[in-house]
């Protein structure tokens, strides 16, 4: 394993991919971890970069214990100039931040030393293109170290320790603007860190189903809430897998899921996967909780809150039935079936812990997603999260090797408020019926042309107005579609998507004449940033 050391760096979570691409396992840790604290020995420490400077006061500083741990170290950018700060090197604030593309020259190393230019750069030639986010830089090398790699403005872009096996780049080699930055890590981890390369997604799922086991025990049972989305799917069916019937999943219809994504999701599960699922209809229930509400805020609120309140009634249902099983299951084969539900299963990835463990607290909020993390509060559940050292892709790539079919694999995500946050005015159940329609006819379309899997996410906004049209010969009078679609990495930031015209003539030609109430669509052809995804 690679110790990962955080210290806020947006890309810090992109060290742990590239090390798993490496098939190395890696753990991303706060900076602020402390050594003796750690439940496993790394075969090597990887110290990230940062948004602060090291000499502010409160900037963040890693336990000085790993300088001593007798293990490989590669200090990133901050993490280069935090090893030059404990190890008495000069870091100065540069006269401006540097930010882009540098050619990167690499030196030889100090002959005879295990830790110059032929381990960290081996085979990599004598330059390479590199990409630098910095404000401060070395301005004198610390003690025993030399130069392995310069650039026109950072005299010292990459150094080596003259007897230890401790590097400092400060460049981002974990980023794709660094091409060959993928090989620099592998050096790293492989080459000087000695790491197995053994981690695989089949290995994963074996490890996992036995550790679920494991927890669960023979008897222990499970719930979970399903939505249809990837991540909850993926987490139903590898629970299914390890303990069979003894999971079950709900599925709450909120009245504002997308066409038939009830009965679509409870044909899949059931049938397809085998999954033991209930769906429970709550519509009217939150459709009335919802009436006359505009501010979106309150919409996700309601929505949240509901949720909670019906999936805690279903799984008392369950409860119950667990526990008068239990009673009935008097020979000992009947004892190993029934238990009691003691675990929640949530489909929490990697991104989502990474935000929690996180020093810094997590970021600012813009809106606040609604996620299953309430429910904890109150029911005496212990939770169970088989995804959250995944990544989406990761999550996608174990979903199909648990035999998920790609269309539901590869689905753009849908938030958890569901089309109460696509429609702008007040959530009526004649105007889901319009978006639904109008949604559904789009994402065909998408589907038909080929182009879904090149857009990370589209859907339909009802817009609250009316425009004037024209039918045959009489005037109508009626509601706007906005169609989005985004091109986006991480949903950070996005792109809006350029669609072919014939593509968009024939989605709105069908919509407009197909779903009643709309005579008009337009196409956002706005980004986010300044826009977000939804438009609430
Ligand atoms: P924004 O609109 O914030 O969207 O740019 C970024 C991504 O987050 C999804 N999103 C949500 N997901 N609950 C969710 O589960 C929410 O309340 C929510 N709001 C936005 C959005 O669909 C996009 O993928």
């Known amino acids: 394993t690679i110790l990962i050391l955080d210290f806020g760096s947006q890309y810090s979570h992109l060290i742990t991919r590239r090390c798993r691409e490496h098939q190395v396992y890696a753990e ?9 604290e750690l439940n496993f020995k790394p075969k090597g420490v990887i110290l990230s970069g940062s948004p602060y400077s090291v000499y502010h006061p409160d900037s963040p500083h890693v336990d000085p214990a790993v300088f001593d741990l007798g293990v490989p170290i590669l200090g990133i950018c901050y993490g280069l100039q935090e090893m030059a700060w404990n190890l ?6 540069s006269d401006h931040r540097e930010y882009g593309f540098a050619q990167l020259q690499i030196k030889r190393g100090i002959e005879g030393t295990s830790t110059g230019v032929d381990a960290l750069f081996e085979g990599l030639g004598d330059e390479m293109q590199v990409w630098m986010s910095h404000g401060d830089q ?9 130069v392995v790699g310069l650039t026109n403005t950072a005299p010292f872009a990459a150094i080596a320790h003259n007897s230890k096996p401790f590097y400092g780049i400060q460049f981002h080699p974990e980023v794709t603007h660094s091409p060959r930055g993928k090989e620099v890590i592998g ?12 981690w695989t997604m089949s290995g994963f799922i074996d490890k ?6 494991e927890i669960c025990g023979p008897t222990g049972r499970v719930i979970g809430a399903v939505s249809g989305g990837v991540d909850s799917t993926v987490a139903a069916k590898l629970m299914h897998t390890a303990i069979g019937d003894r999971f079950h999943a709900i599925m709450v219809d909120n009245g504002v899921l997308r066409l038939n994504e009830a009965t679509k ?25 919802l009436e006359g509400v505009e501010d979106p805020e309150q919409k996700r609120k309601i929505i949240g809150n509901t949720f909670i309140n019906i999936f805690e009634e279903e799984a008392a249902k369950i409860e119950a039935m667990a526990e008068e099983e239990e009673e009935e299951g008097g020979t000992q084969e009947g004892k190993e079936k029934k238990g009691k539900v003691e675990w929640l299963l949530q489909g929490t990835l990697y991104p989502d812990v990474i935000e929690s463990i996180s020093f810094k607290g997590p970021s600012a909020t813009i809106k606040t997603h609604h996620n299953v993390g309430g429910l904890l509060k109150d029911m005496k559940l212990k939770l169970i999260e088989p995804l959250r ?12 090797l648990l035999g998920i079919p790609a269309p539901l694999v590869n689905r753009h995500p849908f938030p958890g408020p569901g089309l109460a946050i696509r429609i702008l005015g007040p959530v009526t159940r004649e105007q889901v019926k319009i978006l639904q329609l109008a949604d559904e006819i789009y994402i065909e379309e998408i589907r038909r ?9 589209a859907f339909a906004v009802l817009l609250p107005v009316k425009a004037v049209g024209v039918m045959g010969d009489a005037r109508t009078y009626e509601q706007v579609i906005a169609l989005r679609a985004v091109q986006s990495e991480d949903f950070m930031t996005a792109d809006w998507y350029v669609f072919p015209a014939d593509v968009l003539r024939r989605i709105s030609s069908r919509i407009t004449n197909e779903v009643k109430g709309i005579n008009r669509v337009t196409y956002d052809i706005s980004s986010k940033p300044p826009a977000t995804v939804e438009w609430l």
């Open 138 to 146: 070395l301005a004198a090398m610390p003690q025993d170290f030399h």
């Open 449 to 457: 042309a080929g182009l879904y899997d090149e857009i990370s996410q």
């Open 389 to 400: 050292e995944l990544f989406k892709d990761e999550v996608r790539s174990l979903g199909r």
């Open 88 to 93: 008495k090197g000069e870091v100065t604030q």
């Open 28 to 36: 991303l840790l706060p900076c602020t971890t402390k050594l003796d």
């Open 187 to 198: 050096r790293f981890i492989v080459n000087i860190c000695k790491c197995r390369t053994d």
């Open 265 to 289: 999701v409870n044909t899949m599960l059931n049938k397809d996967l085998g999954v033991n699922l209930t769906v429970v209809d709550a519509s009217s229930l939150f459709l009335s909780r």
């Open 208 to 213: 996992e189903i036995e550790r679920i086991r």
